[in-house]
C-alpha cells in the first residue's frame, strides 16, 4: 500500500492532483481544503495517502497530516460515509472541527458538509465520539507536517499511526491544553478546563484530558 507521496505537483485538477515522482504521475484526489493549502506547479509536495482498493479501481487519497488521514479512514468506518464524503466533512470542517463537532456531539457542524445528511451525521457523531479525543491526542503529540521534499522524493509503505503511549501528568495536561486551543478554545478557558480534569484525574492521559475538558467546555442548557 502507498502510504506517502513526495514529489513535485504537475498539476492541479477540481478534486485531485497529479504529482510527479521520478516521472511516474500518481493522482491523488484531495479535500478542497488540501488543494487550496497546495504550492503551485512545479513546486515540492507531500502528502500522507490511502490507497482505496475496489474491484474496478484504485484510488488514491491525499491527506497534509497523519491524523487527518486517520480521521479520513475512521469517518470511512461509518455506514454510509464513502471516500467522497469524508473529503466533504474534512473540506468542510477541517481535521481539529471534526475532532470537536464529535466529541461535542455537534450533528449541524458535520451535517454542514456537501451530501452529508441528518442521518448520517448522527451516526458519525454517535460511532465516532469514543475514538476522537485518542485522534485529537495524536493531533497534538505527533508531529503532523510532512518533511521537506527534495530531489530525491519518494514514495512510501503505509504504516499504521501508532496510538501515543499514556504520558506523564504534566505532559498529557501540556498535550490536551494544545489540542483544545488548536481547537479554537481561548487559552484561559482552554486551560480552565484541563486544570479542572486534571484535578478530578491527577494520572490522566493526554485522550482521557482531552475527554474530560470537553464536557467542562460544552455549552450547558
Not at 125 to 153: F, Q, R, W, Y
Request: hydrophobic residues 45%; negative net charge.
Amino acid at each position: 500500500m502507498i502510504g506517502r507521496i513526495a514529489g513535485r505537483l504537475d498539476y492541479r485538477g477540481a478534486d485531485h492532483v497529479l504529482i510527479d515522482v521520478r516521472g511516474v504521475g500518481y493522482l491523488v484526489y484531495c479535500s478542497d481544503r488540501t488543494l487550496a493549502s497546495l504550492p503551485g506547479p512545479g513546486e515540492a509536495v507531500a502528502l500522507y495517502t490511502d490507497l482505496l482498493v475496489r474491484e474496478d479501481l484504485l484510488q488514491l487519497y491525499g491527506f497534509p497530516t497523519l491524523a487527518e488521514k486517520e480521521w479520513h479512514r475512521l469517518l470511512m468506518s461509518v455506514q454510509g460515509v464513502g471516500a467522497k464524503a469524508s473529503l466533504a466533512i474534512l473540506g468542510t470542517l477541517g481535521p481539529e472541527g471534526v475532532g470537536r463537532a464529535i466529541a461535542l456531539g455537534d450533528v449541524t457542524a458535520v451535517k454542514a458538509a456537501k451530501g452529508i445528511g441528518p442521518k448520517t451525521a448522527q451516526r458519525v457523531v454517535n460511532e465516532l465520539k469514543d475514538k476522537a479525543p485518542e485522534v485529537m491526542a495524536m493531533g497534538a503529540a505527533a508531529a503532523t507536517t510532512p518533511a521537506p521534499v527534495g530531489d530525491d522524493a519518494v514514495i512510501e509503505p503505509a504504516v499504521a499511526a501508532p496510538a501515543p503511549p499514556p504520558a506523564p501528568s504534566g505532559a498529557a495536561q501540556a498535550e490536551a491544553l494544545s489540542a483544545l486551543t488548536n481547537l479554537g478554545y481561548g487559552p484561559g478557558e482552554a486551560a480552565g478546563a484541563v486544570a479542572q480534569a486534571a484535578g478530578a484525574q491527577a494520572e490522566a492521559d493526554t485522550a482521557t484530558l482531552i475527554r474530560a475538558a470537553l464536557k467542562l467546555l460544552a455549552p450547558k442548557g
